[in-house]
């Protein structure tokens, strides 16, 4: 069973590969309504219409290097198999916002993985890249927004190992401040 850290890893890797500039994602978890949500918005350059039907279809990619595209399809099958559902709206030229919403305590659903390690390498490996990342838990809220560590660190750049090394402690720290991603 796949990690829902390593779905994030893929889904987000459509938005970059869509040249998006701002991905933000938003994942809760609301224990009182046994229901994990976790979506992805990205200012890409989005889908038409007929686009977002044959994503949805696991025979379809606009890659060239592999012949099938199962990034959503196979998120698609995980999500229906916890009782949830996936969305897609896309403006072309404009974006793409993928939400989805499962059942948190069912007995199919994927752990999370390591959310710290997957937000942290997207952060290094996209240096052009601005992040939102938002968990929510009946606990409270985290938020990383690279912009705002950006002002901060001025002429520092986010892959600077120490600066890395920072934003890994402070999501893994900001996630056991509310008790997110656990399980
Ligand atoms: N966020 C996005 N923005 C624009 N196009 C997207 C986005 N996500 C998916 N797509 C389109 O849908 C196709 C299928 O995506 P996916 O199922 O993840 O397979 P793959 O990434 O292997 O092609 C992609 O090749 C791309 O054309
Ligand atoms: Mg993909």
Known sequence: MQDLSLFLLDLVQNSIRAGAGLVKIDIHENEKRDWLSIDIADDGRGMDDKTIKMVMDPFYTTRTTRKVGLGIPLFVAAVERCQ????????????????????????????????????????????????????????????????????????????????????????????????????
């Open 84 to 183: 949830g559902n996936v969305t897609i709206e896309s403006t072309a030229g404009r974006g793409t916002k993928l939400k989805s919403g499962f059942l948190l305590r069912h007995v199919d659903r994927p752990p999370f993985g390591r959310l710290d390690s997957t937000v942290t390498t997207l952060i290094m490996c996209n240096p052009g890249i601005d992040f939102v990342y938002c968990h929510k838990t009946d606990s409270g809220i985290f938020t990383l927004d690279t912009r705002e560590i950006r002002e901060i660190m001025g002429e520092i750049p986010l892959e600077h190992p120490d600066v890395i090394g920072w934003i890994e402690t402070y999501i893994r720290d900001g996630l056991k401040e509310i008790d997110g991603g656990v399980s």
